[in-house]
């Protein structure tokens, strides 16, 4: 069925694709603003009986929207970014929100109109750029404020495999 070419054409097929990667590095983004708010929140209770409690917190910003993680790292007053990272995730959110809530609305042409697909195709492109560009900048923020907790990156990801195994009822391996 999905193979027919009559279902979709190859203009449609390439839009497709470059909204489901675009949508995963915007997934990126949202990950690590999550890491992000848990570590500023660890540093923000340093010495109360809650500073080790990575997983707790890690899940409570898991039910958080990716502009309601953005609010919860911007309150933070020991942010370690630049304006133009703020920015940058301002115009992420921004984006992603037009892509995952209104990108295949309809409108006045049809999707399967090919300079309908161009655009659409480029538009996806560029969102997919600005999700990259804004994750690795994003990352060296979450590597700096990991490195000010003495949290290695390894910690922070057998935590995280540790709590998804958990909360898939697997056993996990240490």
């Known amino acids: 069925m999905f193979n027919d070419p009559e279902w979709a054409t190859k203009e449609e097929w390439d ?4 909204f489901g990667f675009a949508l995963s590095e915007a997934q990126t983004i949202e990950m690590l603003l999550q890491v992000l708010a848990t570590a ?3 540093e923000s ?3 109360t009986d ?3 409690d990575w997983p707790t917190l890690h899940d409570s910003f898991g039910r958080l929207t990716l502009g309601e993680l953005f609010k919860a ?3 933070h007053k020991n942010l370690p970014s630049s304006e133009s990272l703020l920015l940058n995730l301002t115009e992420v959110r921004n984006v992603r929100k037009r892509i995952v809530h209104g990108f295949f609305r309809p409108n ?3 999707l399967s109109d090919v300079e309908r697909l161009t655009d659409a195709t480029r ?3 560029m969102a997919a750029s600005l999700f990259r560009n804004s994750a690795t900048e994003l990352e060296r923020v979450v590597y700096k404020v990991l490195d000010q907790l003495r949290v290695t990156r390894a910690e922070v990801e057998a935590q995280i495999s540790k709590r998804s195994a958990e909360l898939n009822g697997q056993s996990s391996v240490d």
């Open 15 to 18: 839009a497709y694709a470059w």
């Open 40 to 42: 500023l929140s660890m």
């Open 45 to 47: 209770m340093r010495g």
């Open 50 to 52: 809650k500073h080790h």
């Open 73 to 75: 790292v911007k309150s």
């Open 108 to 110: 006045d042409s049809p």
């Open 123 to 125: 538009e996806l492109q």
